[in-house]
């Protein structure tokens, strides 16, 4: 499989929409910017047939030093970012099973 970077969506998007890159590069960028800002301040963003993306606590926990294994380190409670994917992205990404079995 291939990996699409920012770049090339945005290649993409350009293509699609009839856009130039720099339009579609700020908008991107803007969307970027707001989303991360939205769950900064602790708020679910939700874009229906996509997923949505919420903030949820990690406990604090004891872990091991991997530089030490035989001591104790605690590890602080701490938030991060959890993305649901929605219902019409699970069933197309659903449907590429065969295609990467075929790829092994």
């Known amino acids: 499989m291939d990996t699409i970077t920012k770049r090339d969506l945005v290649m993409k998007l350009s293509n699609k929409t009839g856009l130039n890159q720099q339009e579609v590069m700020s908008v991107l960028e803007s969307m970027l910017e707001t989303v991360t800002e939205e769950l900064a301040k602790g708020n679910s963003v939700v874009m229906r047939n996509f997923g949505s993306f919420q903030v949820r606590e990690m406990k604090g926990k004891i872990g091991r030093n991997p530089k030490n294994p035989g001591k104790d380190m605690t590890i602080p409670p701490r938030a991060v970012v959890k ?13 590429i099973l065969p295609v990467l079995q075929e790829r092994a």
């Open 83 to 95: 993305f649901k994917p929605g219902k019409e992205m699970k069933e197309k990404v659903a449907r």
